[in-house]
């Protein structure tokens, strides 16, 4: 168990990427991390579309803000962006009905499956950095996003050019309670 907390402690988010290309042996195992992700009732309900052209990471890029958003450059300094996409009306249904206060939890599972692909990046030595602000619209189309999927986060994955060190967390006592609330 030890191995598995460091990797989940040493992971951080990598806004500055070597050039050099990922293996395609280390990709395939970062998308096997996605396919094993547990979702709604197996609905597996992520697309994954990997994206290394550079224009086409040109045309992600200009969908973020030119400020506020420090993941700009890793868009094409990255050898690979990953668009994580979720099929919508699968997860969180029970016959075309969503059965869950939240509605479609398709969110859910993208979280789960987004931090399976984070965590055997980073086992991998690669690193990744999830970015949701981006315009949404422009990218999907960029990306050619069917109707009935959207498209959740832009994931940039490379070698990391440098790590920073963690961020302050909050102590255990801080956010866990017994019994209620």
Sequence with gaps: MNGFMDIVRGRRSVRKYEPRPIPQ????TVLEAVRWAPSWANTQCW???VVRDPER???LQETLPEKGNP???????????????????????YKDQAVTKFGDWMLFDLGIACQNLCL???ALGLGTVIVGLFD??????????????????????GYPANVGSAPRRR???EFARSETF
């Design 171 to 173: 102590e255990i006592a």
């Design 57 to 59: 990471k040109r045309q």
């Design 120 to 122: 055997a990046a980073h």
């Design 47 to 49: 697309e994954v579309v």
């Design 71 to 93: 993941a700009r450059p890793a868009m094409v300094e990255a050898p690979v962006v990953l668009a994580l996409c979720g099929r919508l009306r699968r997860s969180g249904y």
């Design 25 to 28: 042996e280390a990709l395939d």
């Design 136 to 157: 949404h619209d422009r990218a999907r189309g960029v990306l050619k996003v069917p109707a009935d999927c959207e498209l959740v986060a832009l994931i940039p994955l």
